[in-house]
Structure formats: structure tokens, C-alpha cells
């Protein structure tokens, strides 16, 4: 017989759910599966129907038609989810990268191979690299691998190395590019060279001379030649950056009839000298800009004591700041070896060097500072506001939030690289953990945009709290910040307070 068959209900189970329909043989199945979408929401091409192990499908019954009486149940298969698609690249687990895809997976800055006691290397590398005008002159900075001059070639590569971590290169491409530089620093200085009798490996160095060999060979590479300096300034990028200017008083002491003098140098540090009563950063600071020093008194003829008083008359955009925490001593018998000063000393996160300022910087630095009073006084009024007027004031200190911060300059128009203001926020701190400079281990710490601080332990990166950092005075064996390295701090350009009356509000 070949006339038209009844609709009869069948069951269709599905995981957990169950389903009653209608089924019509003299449809298509495709109909049936889709009743079965609006049902469960499996799209009818990831269901897959079966009754008594016959699969269904989509245009005919086939053999199933037999099987199909009324009350009859159905299985379906499938998901109402989209399915996964398999990975283009094999899926590598944590436990099975190398530290600098943890780094880049992370979003952590790329860490350096330790190649044999070359962690001073890194230290002061990571550091530097903190100041990001650095990082974009050399990005600029031409290829000078045949350079007249190693400082040249030292520029060059170290540029290299910087592109290379900021691209998440491979590990391989990052320790070639870090092999290449401490070769380079090798000829700037010779005895970096150097390689224990015994052992054959590089003997480890003193990071502080190794920072300052670094910032020495970019003075003399970093030049913008092109470019014509006002009187008395450099158009060398460190100088601009980096350097600042201490004018010292002398008076001799056992000659009243030699007259005061008065000297100018360039220095790249500020020194802090660790003493007994030495506890915080900023009296180490004072502590070293004056003293008493012996040289050749021209009315005595003859060496004399003379006592000194420095200021500083020119301030950087990044200022360091060197912890003199190691003597000349001897151990034991007549072997002369490298000691450290333990002693705790305390350093902020935000540095004011106003007080150690000449007269004349001090009149200049003034007018910006006052905008930094100018601004946090507005910040305290908003806050005040915020707390008496409620939601309808938080609601626009939310969108103002949102918006773009703009900053003033931090430098003179007439003196690019310099301080304009005299405050100072914590970049990076280089620490020593040891207790001679010239053994055991340097680490660079170094603080990102977003506020957090990173810990980088030659190739190995991890996150620390701010207080982690702190507790980087010494005291003892631990971590002991050897060199500072302060950035200036941000000045918001002023904008009016305005508050929304509730009658202009949306509601």
C-alpha cells in the first residue's frame, strides 16, 4: 500500500533530556532534526540520530523506517556548543617552556642568560633598559658594526639586544644578541675578560663599574651630530639624560691667605656614603656632598687639607644613585680583597633633591614645583568633594578618570634631558647579595607602567610587591641595593573642576 502514513509520537532522549514529537515517515528526516534544534538547540548538522544501532540520515530512512512505530525512542548525539578547533600549534605546557616564553606568555619582560658570572651584565642591562627614551635613541642609532670607535659598536649592539627582548625573540636569538654585547664590553674593558685559573670560566665583576663603563661608551656614541648645543650643553643623549652638575667650594684649611675656589665637573651618580649614623638615603646624599679632601695648595706650596662643599647646579631627567657600600680590605694574611658595608639604609619610592640644589637651581626649579602643590591641592579639593556630594560627583570623577592623563614637560625648554622640578619616582634598584663586589650575585629590579615591580634574576622574571622592594636596604645577607636609578616624576597639566548639577544629568 502506498497511501500517506500517519504522524505517530516517538520519544528522543538526549544526555539527561527527553523529548516527545511527532514523526512523519513521508518526511524527509532532515525535518525531524529540524523540530529537534528548536528543541535542544543542536543545529541538525551536528545531530546525529539512531534507533537500534541504525544510524539516520538526512534524506532518506533507510532501514531505520522498520524500526519507527509509535512510542518508539530515539537516540540523538551532539552539542549545542561550537566545538573547538584543534590549535594550529601544538599546545606547549607551562612546566615545558624556557623562562623567556614564560616571560612572553605572561606579558613579563624577557630575561637574560646567565653565559658564566655575567649576572652584572644583566643587572645593569635590565636596568637601563627601564628608561624608555634610552631604548627608542637606539632603536634609531644607525649600524655601526664596523665602526672607527668600540663605543660605536657597543651602541650597536646593545641596540640589537634591546629589539630583540622587545620582540619576544626566542631564547636563542636573545642569548646570541647578549653573547655578541659582552663580547663588545670585553674590549672596552679588557679585564671583564678575565677567567679563573682553576675553572677557565669568566670571572665575575663589580656591576657598578660595569654600569658605569656602559653609560661611558653611549656618552661618546649617542651623539646627535646633526644638532648644534647651546653654550655649556652636549649633544650627546647620556650627558642630556643622564648627567648632572656639581659646583664645589674649596677652602683651604691650613692656609688663610689661599683664596676660595670654585669648580665645575660633570658627574653620571650621586653617591650615597654609608657611616654609623647613616639611615636613610637622604642624609647619605648630604653626607656626600661635603668633607675634607688633601690636594696641592699653591700659596703653602705643598699639599694641604681643604674643606669642600658641593651642589648640584644641573639636574637629569634619570638620576642614579650609587650605594658605596664596598672598601679595600684585607682577609686574613696580606691578601687585599673587596669588603661590604651591610648596614641598612633606607631609599624612597619618591625622591625630593631640592635641598641639594644650588641657590640658582633652586630659584629655577621653583615655579614647576609649586604647579606639583597647585595639583595635588586640586586632587585634594575633588576627593573632599567627593566624599560630601556623593554619587552624582563620583559618578563624574568615574568618567573623568577614563580620560586621557596629560603631562608637562619634565625638562627646561632650554635644557632637553634635564629636571625641571627636582622630584624624583624609583625606577630600578640593582642589588648585590654577597660580601665582596667581585663575587656573588646581582640582581636588576625594575618597575613597569602599570605600578607593578619585576623581578629579574637573570632569566628568571617573576612579579614582587612594592614592599618586596622596600626591604631592599640591606641588613643583612639578603638582596642589597647597590645603585638607584630614579626617573622624574609626572606633572598633570591643570584642568578646570567641574560638577554636574543633578538637573543636567541623564536619568
Known amino acids: 500500500c502506498s497511501g500517506k502514513q500517519m504522524a505517530a509520537k516517538v520519544h528522543v532522549k538526549w544526555g539527561k533530556s527527553k523529548f516527545e514529537v511527532e514523526l512523519n515517515l513521508d518526511d524527509k528526516p532532515k525535518a525531524l532534526k529540524s523540530t529537534l ?40 548525539m551532539g552539542s549545542a556548543e561550537i566545538l573547538p578547533e584543534a590549535p594550529i600549534q601544538q599546545v606547549k605546557f607551562v612546566e615545558d617552556m624556557s623562562e623567556n616564553e614564560k616571560a612572553v606568555g605572561l606579558g613579563l619582560p624577557t630575561g637574560l642568560e646567565n653565559l658564566g658570572n655575567t649576572c652584572y651584565v644583566n643587572a645593569t642591562l635590565q636596568c637601563l633598559r627601564a628608561v624608555p627614551e634610552l631604548r627608542e635613541v637606539l632603536k634609531s642609532y644607525p649600524n655601526n658594526e664596523r665602526g672607527i670607535q668600540i663605543s660605536q659598536i657597543l651602541a650597536t649592539r646593545l641596540k640589537h639586544l634591546y629589539g ?15 653573547s655578541m654585547f659582552i663580547e663588545i664590553l670585553h674590549e672596552a674593558v679588557p679585564h671583564f675578560g678575565e677567567r679563573d ?19 661611558s661608551n653611549l656618552a661618546e656614541s649617542l651623539v646627535n651630530r646633526g644638532s648644534v648645543a647651546l653654550a655649556g650643553q652636549s649633544t650627546s643623549f647620556i650627558d642630556q639624560y643622564f648627567s648632572l652638575q656639581l659646583q664645589t667650594k674649596y677652602k683651604c684649611e691650613d692656609s688663610a691667605s689661599e683664596p676660595e675656589t670654585l669648580e665645575v665637573e660633570k658627574s653620571y651618580q650621586l653617591s650615597c656614603f654609608i657611616s654609623q649614623d647613616v639611615k636613610y638615603l637622604h642624609t647619605g646624599l648630604l653626607k656626600g656632598l661635603e668633607g675634607t679632601v688633601e690636594k696641592h695648595c699653591p700659596a703653602l706650596g705643598k699639599d694641604a687639607h681643604y674643606c669642600k662643599k658641593s651642589s648640584v647646579s644641573r639636574l637629569p631627567a634619570y638620576l642614579t644613585i650609587q650605594f658605596v657600600r664596598f672598601f679595600v680590605g684585607k682577609a686574613g694574611g696580606s691578601e687585599v680583597v673587596s669588603k661590604k658595608i651591610l648596614k641598612d639604609v633606607k631609599f624612597p619610592m619618591k625622591l625630593d633633591v631640592y635641598e641639594m640644589c644650588s641657590t640658582s637651581l633652586q630659584e629655577k626649579l621653583l615655579p614647576i614645583r609649586q604647579k606639583f602643590k597647585q595639583v595635588e591641592d586640586q586632587k585634594l579639593i575633588q576627593r573632599a568633594k567627593e566624599m560630601t556630594e556623593g554619587a552624582t560627583l563620583g559618578l563624574r570623577q568615574h568618567n573623568a578618570a577614563e580620560m586621557k592623563v596629560e603631562y608637562e614637560p619634565f625638562n627646561f625648554p632650554d635644557d632637553p634631558g634635564s629636571s625641571n622640578s627636582g622630584f624624583y619616582e624609583l625606577l630600578a634598584v640593582l642589588t648585590h647579595q654577597g660580601r665582596s663586589s667581585s663575587s656573588g650575585h646581582y640582581l636588576g629590579w625594575v618597575k613597569r607602567k602599570n605600578g607593578d615591580w619585576i623581578r629579574l634574576d637573570d ?28 626617573g622624574p616624576c609626572k606633572l598633570e597639566k591643570l584642568k578646570e573642576c567641574v560638577v554636574d548639577s543633578p538637573s543636567s544629568m541623564d536619568i
Request: include cysteine.
Open 37 to 76: 534544534f528548536q528543541l535542544s538547540g543542536v543545529p541538525p548538522d551536528r545531530q546525529t540520530l539512531m534507533i537500534g544501532g541504525i544510524k539516520i540520515g538526512d534524506e532518506e530512512w533507510g532501514k531505520a523506517r522498520d524500526k519507527l512505530k509509535p512510542n518508539t525512542t530515539l537516540m540523538m
Open 459 to 486: 632569566d628568571v622574571v617573576s612579579i614582587v610587591p612594592e614592599e618586596e622592594v622596600l626591604k631592599l636596604s640591606g641588613g643583612g645577607d639578603w638582596h642589597t641595593a647597590y645603585i638607584l636609578l630614579y
Open 197 to 215: 685559573d682553576k675553572t677557565g670560566s669568566l670571572q665575575q665583576q663589580d656591576a657598578h663599574e660595569c654600569w658605569s663603563a656602559v653609560v
Open 164 to 178: 630583540s627582548m622587545d620582540a619576544g625573540a626566542a631564547g636563542i636569538i636573545v642569548k646570541a644578541t647578549l
